[in-house]
């Protein structure tokens, strides 16, 4: 063993003559054992919600849009998606025609999103129409015979704002209406309620609807068109480069935009949350180095005796600084490794058990998830260990700045 490291872990475990530093060392220990386990909690929930959201969301929307650049509808869009459907690293593609109408139904009225889509190929691309909790999608894949009303499938709020359920009829109104002698007209048409779904998504269940293509392009008062086409990939981190490629194949007037551009101010907003949460509780982190440091101080101050003959038995200064570093640095080690398994434990009794509850009504889950990640644990690690190391700095230098023959004048 190593003539520093020796000594450093003699005066670790040696009988205090002063028992406060004894205690300000164990509370050391514990002060950072304490900040890394709360860092490693509160990471583990971030990476939960930020895992749950993001796959909550890619399931309820497309990876890859493409669309017309001047916001006109796609005429041939069968051909085109036929083309960029066999394209590499794409697994599924549908058409979507959107529109903003007005529904009404029992004096209530609301703004809706329109969607018009084909439902089988929908489904493939995600996952919103999986979600109907009354009544059914089906309906949207059926023949609508002439005359009678189209199928439309709306978000639960959506629903309880209107008190629509399954087999009522609401009133679609578009603002897109049609030159008459009597002026403009609103296009309208009673739709009826297939089924209500319940995304968990406040913006989806509360001002989405789906209906067929057809119904939602005759209503609109458009032709054979669509707004957008869109797809699901087989990488979602690699949604700029495959939508590059599908915008080049596409042609001149067709421009592309993925799920990261569309929700960029929602990852963002993570993002910082993580951050501060690293910065305010790795402040818990500062405050135990800071016990290292004055535990370190009052020990030189313990052994300045012991130190100055160390000295005069000729060990080097550099090595009187290594000891006090190794004896800073093994506190930090101890609290570090201590603090990651508390971290490490509590995170998974909180996801395998389940132990923080939610109102699945408000936060459209019913447990807070817990999803601890290696690198966390390497940012966090090394950060104790680095703040333990520095607090080290100042005592080192103390300590090996002791001269013998001062120290040793009145033994």
Known sequence: MDFELFVA?????????????????????????????????????????????????LGATAHVNVQRQDGEGIRDWRSVLAKLGNSPHVLASAPALYGTVLVSHANRSSQMILKGVDASAESKVGNLLDSVREGSAAPLNAEVPAGSEPPVVIGKRMADTLGASPGDSVLLISPQGHLTPLGLVPRYQYFRVAGVFDSGFYEFDSSWAFTNIRAAQQLLGLSDVVSVLEFKIDDIYRAAEVGADLQRQAGNGFGTTNWMEQNRALFSALKMEKRVTF?????????????????????????VRDIAILVSLGAQRQQIRNIFMLQGVMIGCAGTVLGLIGGYLLSWLGSAQRLIELDPNIYSISYVPFNTRATDAIWVAGMALLISFLATLYPAWSAASITPAEALRYE
């Open 279 to 303: 910065i305010t509780i790795g402040i818990v982190v500062c405050i135990a180095a800071l016990n290292i440091l004055i535990s370190l101080i009052m020990m030189v101050m313990e052994k």
């Open 9 to 57: 872990l003699r005066y670790l475990r040696a009988k205090r003559k002063v028992a406060v530093i004894s205690v300000i060392t164990a509370l050391s220990v514990l002060g950072i054992a304490a900040g890394v386990t709360a860092l490693i909690v509160a990471l583990a929930i971030n990476n939960g919600f930020r895992q749950d959201l993001q796959g909550r969301l």
